[in-house]
């Protein structure tokens, strides 16, 4: 019986891909999956909820709609309305396609800045933020695998993992990490 | 008013021409104002109106019939147009479906023989939906006298403008032709793609001579049923309707050939691709509509602004109706990715986007000849009906001639595992 964590490190996507699916076929549990570059797939294979980013983006998006609207209500219609070539001035309606590439940009403005922002934070990064990749390598040409090992027999998943590709495995105590 | 003026036509000179009428404004009312009909003023302008409704009326089955032959043969064009694109961009996903594109794109044969048809009906006087093509329009003096489609004489007469059109129609089915026999020839020879080399290179020059044509098509067959009324990228939006129209037909007749059990090669990502496709078109449609529209609105250019003047006060529903059904619809419908693989949404999306795009065409066309006089009756519906009908025979019927898989492709068996 033990209570520590099994690092195994790949060196190809394609095997890690492999890697992934075998251990969830045998009910081992991934913790989590380190690698240089977004692997396609790879979130399916692990079996991670669909992201919710898009729903978030499509209401920045609203919200971007909105605020150019009122913005642009504000400034040209209430606050001071101009006559600019002798278009409708105190009806927003009436002037709107005037107003259509503002409302657009502002749109794409407010959800791609707020969707990036909401994924750096969903991902638990923000400025002056220590890494918490367990192994350098990952960040150039290593695929690490976090196995969660609790009350499991380490022999015998050793084995296992150094079937399914591992080039290196570390059996880490859960306490020191 | 000058549309109308021009539209009359020497038959009509009779009654028009006796009368100063207010609406009237230009040099042919004095010219032609004679004594001695003071008295019957006020019943003249009642049968000239009278009169006026008549013409307009008469355009109508005919623009009925012209609307509905462009818009289905549109979309085989721009189904040709995709296709031409798959080849020359080396596309790995859509392979599988170029025997239904090559099917959509047949109609390109005997559609462009009844446009053509129809044109020559018009060139030959058999109506008068095209009102440059007027008697006397160009001669000083004449009753039918406009200045402004006088100094466009010189492209915009009949024998070149029939020339024209033989001369694209001639071009693009030549292209349909030969890329449909490289197509069934690379199946049986596919030993060093000698026929598919031959066809990516046919393709390219196609896609040149396309552009070029389509845009030259647009402003001929379409933007000079308003001949005073000109914008300069009306070809790409011509064009981006066809386009979108053409992709629509293609996600169809798939989805519907796979509800048959045939295209078992093909699946959800490929219909995926097809809907984003008719989302992202769609999205382009409306940026050029919008372009178009708001640059006119703006400038506010008497010349310019009467295009959009006539459709907001006459056509009001269909106009914005039609904007909200060719973006609203697809972008409200289409965003969500899942929803892009359900086959029943994106049914529903694409007959929306057909039916947005006919009422482009028609509202396109109707304004210049039947003026505030539209309806959609019989003639509309049963016009449509009448190409609908050729047109699915003859795609369904295409397609039934050759095996759906397009085995001898070098790309196919990418096409075959495509996952999204």
């Known amino acids: ?177 | 008013m000058l549309a109308n003026d021009t539209e009359h036509g020497d038959d009509h000179g009779a009654a028009a021409n006796t009368h100063q009428v207010a609406s009237h404004d230009d040099a042919h009312g004095d010219v032609h104002a004679s004594d001695g009909h003071g008295d019957a003023h006020a019943s003249d302008h009642e049968s000239e109106h009278i009169e006026h409704l008549y013409h307009q009326l008469s355009n109508k089955p005919w623009s009925a019939l012209y609307v509905a032959c462009f818009f289905f043969f549109m979309i085989a064009l721009g189904c040709t147009a995709f296709y031409a694109i798959q080849k020359v961009a080396q596309a790995g996903w859509s392979p599988g479906l170029f025997r239904v594109m090559e099917g959509i794109s047949s109609y390109l044969f005997i559609g462009g023989i009844l446009m053509f048809v129809l044109l020559l009906a018009s060139g030959l006087g058999a109506n008068h939906i095209f009102t440059w093509m007027n008697p006397g329009i160009a001669e000083v003096g004449h009753e039918n006298y406009d200045a402004l489609v006088a100094g466009k004489t010189g492209f915009l007469n009949v024998p070149f403008w029939l020339i024209r059109a033989g001369a694209f129609l001639v071009g693009w089915n030549l292209y349909r032709w030969n890329i449909r026999k490289f197509s069934l020839k690379q199946d049986e020879e596919p030993d060093g793609n000698v026929w598919y080399k031959k066809g990516f290179k046919h393709s390219a020059m196609f896609l040149v001579f396309f552009i070029v044509t389509e845009s030259i098509m647009s402003w001929d067959w379409i933007m000079s049923f308003d001949p005073h009324w000109f914008s300069t990228l009306f070809g790409w939006y011509v064009f981006a309707s066809m386009f979108v129209s053409g992709i629509t037909v293609i996600a169809l007749v798939t989805i519907y050939l796979k509800s048959r059990g045939h295209l078992e090669f093909i699946n959800d990502s490929h219909i995926h691709d097809l809907a984003k496709f008719m989302f992202g078109i769609s999205i382009f449609w409306t940026y050029l509509w919008f372009s178009q529209f708001m640059l006119i609105w703006y400038s506010n250019i008497p010349e310019e602004v009467t295009y959009f003047i006539t459709r907001i006060e006459d056509y009001n529903i269909l106009f914005f109706g039609m904007v909200a059904i060719n973006f609203l619809f697809p972008l409200l419908i289409l965003m969500n990715s899942d929803f892009k693989r359900v086959n029943w949404f994106v049914v529903t999306a694409g007959i929306f986007i057909l039916l947005g795009h006919y009422l482009d065409i028609y509202v396109m066309v109707m304004p210049a000849t039947v003026g505030e006089s539209w309806f959609i009756g019989m003639p509309e519906i049963g016009s449509f009906m009448l190409f609908a009908g050729i047109f699915l025979l003859v795609i369904f019927n295409t397609i039934s001639k050759a095996p759906l898989l397009a085995k001898g492709d070098p790309f196919i068996g990418e096409s075959k595992h495509f996952h999204y």
């Open chain 1, 1 to 177: 019986m033990s209570d520590k964590t099994i690092h195994a490190l790949y060196t190809d996507d394609d095997v890690l891909l492999g890697a992934v699916k075998q251990v969830r076929e045998k009910h081992y549990h991934i913790e989590e999956v380190f690698t240089p570059f977004p692997v396609h797939g790879l979130e399916k294979a692990m079996g991670i909820a669909d992201t919710r980013l898009a729903i978030n983006a499509f209401l920045y998006g609203i919200i971007g709609l909105t605020v150019a609207t009122v913005m642009m209500n504000y400034i040209m219609i209430q606050d001071w309305p101009q006559n600019i070539g002798g278009k409708p001035s105190f009806s927003y309606l009436e002037n709107m396609p005037a107003f259509v590439p503002i409302m657009f940009e502002l749109t794409v403005f407010f959800a791609a800045h707020l969707m990036v922002i909401t994924f750096y934070l969903r991902s638990r990064l923000w400025p002056f933020k220590s890494a918490e990749n367990p192994d350098v390598r990952t960040t150039d040409d290593h695929f690490l695998m976090e196995i969660d090992a609790t009350g499991k027999d380490i022999e015998e998943m050793t084995k296992f993992l150094h079937d399914t590709g591992a080039v290196e495995i570390k059996i880490i105590d859960k306490d020191a990490h």
